[in-house]
């Protein structure tokens, strides 16, 4: 099989770290064409590209394209896979996969029917450095987890009238738009879900119409503990973007704007003195302090290639995508959500209720 030819649907926001991502791997697609409803937007991205057609209406793009990468507001998402998908070709969705889970059901039954791949563009998921740890993890170099905790502190303020400032549109808050990227990796990381919380507000992010910022906590099945902090509203920040995973015999933690993975252990052990110091090492480092959307390119490339079922499938993206409706429907009845069934070796196709 030679070049996958493919088509970026959505120009603007977050095409632009794919932009970057296409060009470190040109060597493995060509991409023929792109799309965004300002005719000027498509051409500049296929200029950077190469692409040879740019439009204002993907539906034009079908005979040109192997694969597509949808790059549109959440609300459209559906719409535009579907297309595709029943067109034979090959979809990458930007996340979340869909706002509504019967949306994200159709879909899924729709690439298998069609025998084509859907993968939700998920990138932490694909970065080296998390890779890295994902293994170290597994293997029990450290020891059990018992604790993985998830910083992502930003500032994001949409324009008036953008579509992310609609709840509707958005799928709901900063959790549903953002968090879905953590809730994926705590599943990855730690397997079956329990039970959780979530708590959020617009508190210092007005324009939001519903969370700006959120605080997520789930027991999982083996006793681990997880736990997402997101915002948009930092006006300054010491965390960035940082994971913590507290293993039994030491801390793995990743600080992304250091581009290091750093190993703590042999603490102090505590004598009322409050000294906890303990040893650092460098595990590993990275210089690119990009989105890194590269990686999960290339994976979904490699699944269409060698019939590979993505690790960022349909059925994983609903099942993560389920939690947060669980944990954002408890939080409306001031309850704690039961997360029980949604584990990642569930039958996808249950009801999320």
């Known amino acids: 099989m030679g070049k996958i030819r493919l088509g970026l649907i959505g120009c603007g926001g977050m095409a632009k770290s794919h932009l970057r991502g296409l060009l470190e791997i040109s060597n493995e697609i060509k991409l023929t064409s792109t799309c965004d409803i300002i005719p000027e937007r498509a051409k500049e991205a296929a200029e950077i590209v190469g692409a040879q057609i740019s439009v204002t209406d993907y539906k034009e793009m079908l005979d040109n394209v192997d694969a597509v990468l949808i790059s549109l507001p959440h609300d459209l998402h559906f719409e535009a896979g579907m297309f595709f998908l029943e067109g034979g070709k090959h979809v990458l969705m930007e996340k979340p996969m869909c706002n509504t889970e019967d949306e994200c059901i159709k879909l ?11 993968m939700t563009a998920y990138p932490v998921r694909y970065w080296p450095i998390v890779i890295k740890m994902k293994e170290l993890v597994d293997a029990k170099t450290y020891g059990e987890v018992f604790q993985m905790s998830i910083w992502t502190e930003q500032f994001t303020k949409y324009p008036e009238g953008h579509w992310a400032r609609s ?20 599943l990855w990381f730690l397997g079956n879900p329990i039970r959780g919380v979530h708590m959020g507000t617009n508190f210092g992010t007005p324009w939001m119409e519903k969370e700006g910022t959120s605080n997520a906590i789930i027991e999982f099945e083996n006793g681990a503990m997880g736990y997402h902090f997101g915002t948009w509203g930092a006006r300054g920040t010491r965390l960035g973007y940082s994971f913590h995973i507290h293993c039994t015999e030491g801390m793995l933690e990743y600080n992304k704007a250091e581009g290091k993975l750093y190993l703590h252990s042999h603490i102090k052990e505590e004598k009322a003195n409050l000294d ?13 302090q990009t989105k890194k959307t590269q990686f999960e390119i290339l994976h979904f490339i490699d699944c269409i290639k060698n019939g590979k079922r993505p690790l960022t499938d349909g059925p994983r993206s609903l099942q993560g995508l389920r939690v947060i409706w669980r944990l954002y429907e408890a939080e409306k009845n001031n309850q704690i959500a039961d997360l029980r069934g949604l584990g990642l070796d569930e039958d996808w196709k249950k009801a999320s209720k």
Do not use: M, P, W
């Open 108 to 118: 899924i039954e729709t690439a298998e029917k069609n025998k084509r791949i859907l």
């Open 167 to 186: 709840a509707k549109r958005l799928g709901g808050g900063q959790f549903f738009s953002h968090g879905c990227h953590y809730i994926d990796l705590l």
């Open 276 to 288: 906890t110091s303990s040893r650092t090492q460098v595990l590993a480092e990275e210089d690119d």
